[in-house]
């Protein structure tokens, strides 16, 4: 499982010449980290669409266009409606056909209310874990990533700042995950790393 970094996340990664293996690089519309940065050092890279802050279709399209024809890309998030699966879904049918129209793997994600059984499993390519916590951390979310992962697809976790839900996350069968505190206090990816060249501690974390 790897950490997909974002904004001062990943400059720090890429400065400090951290271990490729456990890193990755999470960028957005509005974000000013180009996947091109990740492609350099041969490291994935994904799209969240800034729903959570506001649903800017111009500015998501920009973005697809902008991207389009890049390698190593492991999802395009396609828009969603925070806490709402109804929602979601809606917006999904409508994004899906654009952002595979462009070549992008899309993610579908999971928001309150979500099953096994209502996932758009013949038209997602991935999955991004939403909703709030109450939703994030129940017993529905585990038995959809059960069945992403019997599919052989990537299933990110959103919002994962601490060693508990890192752990949590890994054991679940993420391939992958973010959270803030990595870009607003960057040397925390040290404390998290299995192993940092230059420490002799072992792994704080075994993810």
């Known amino acids: 499982m790897i950490n997909l970094l974002s904004g001062g996340g990943f400059a720090f990664a890429v400065t400090q010449k951290l271990p490729t293996a456990f890193f990755g690089l999470l960028t957005s ?11 350099d050092i041969g490291v994935p890279w994904a799209c969240d669409n800034d729903c959570f802050v506001r649903y800017d279709p111009i500015a998501i399209h920009e973005m ?30 409508v994004w899906e056909r654009i952002i595979h129209g462009m070549g992008f793997p899309v993610s579908f994600t999971l928001h309150n209310g979500c099953t096994v059984d209502t996932v758009p499993w013949d038209k997602c390519d991935a999955l991004f874990i939403g909703g709030n916590n109450a939703f994030k951390y129940s017993a529905a979310v585990p038995k959809i990533v059960a069945e992403a992962v019997r599919r052989g697809m990537w299933v990110h ?25 990595f870009s607003v206090y960057p040397p925390k990816i040290l404390a998290l790393l299995p192993y940092h060249t230059g420490h002799r501690q072992p792994s704080l974390l075994p993810f």
């Not at 519309?29 to 492609?39: E, F, K, L, V, W």
């Not at 266009?65 to 929602?87: E, T």
């Not at 679940?172 to 973010?178: E, H, K, V």
């Open 29 to 39: 519309p509005s974000a000013g980290n180009h996947p091109q940065r990740a492609i």
């Open 64 to 93: 697809l266009v902008r991207y389009k024809g890049l390698k190593g890309c492991v999802f395009m998030n396609a828009p969603d409606v925070i806490q709402s699966h109804s929602g979601t879904l809606k917006r999904f049918h």
């Open 157 to 181: 976790h959103g919002r994962v700042n601490s060693r508990e839900r890192i752990i949590y996350s890994r054991n679940m069968g993420c391939a992958s995950f973010d959270g803030t505190g």
